[in-house]
């Protein structure tokens, strides 16, 4: 995770400002996202188990992030919602958020 989050930094840094501006989204959902997973304490397993199959997870994740317009970033219960979201889809449905 630290990678990827590493990488992406990278490369939104290299771009110019309109770039960078253009992918203000993008950069609040990583650094959101990097936040709740560097200091949650109980991340639930079945989240991490669906975490350590994914070849790129954040980028995953901002990709089921955009598809279900409902979702949002704004807290750490919205971003389980989106976890949720994304554990259902790797298991072939969607499950129900709470």
């Not at 919602?81 to 259902?88: A, R, S």
């Amino acid at each position: 995770m630290q990678r990827e989050h590493s990488l992406f930094k990278y490369q939104m840094i290299s771009g110019t400002n309109r770039e960078i501006y253009d992918s203000c989204n993008k950069i609040c959902f990583y650094e959101n996202l990097m936040e709740y997973f560097l200091y949650k304490e109980d991340i639930g397993e079945e989240i991490v188990e669906a975490g350590l199959q994914a070849e790129d997870l954040l980028n995953e994740l901002y990709h089921v992030y955009l598809k279900y317009e409902w979702l949002q970033i704004t807290s750490w219960e919205k971003i389980e919602e989106i976890l949720t979201v994304y554990v259902g889809e790797k298991k072939g449905g969607i499950l129900e958020v709470k």
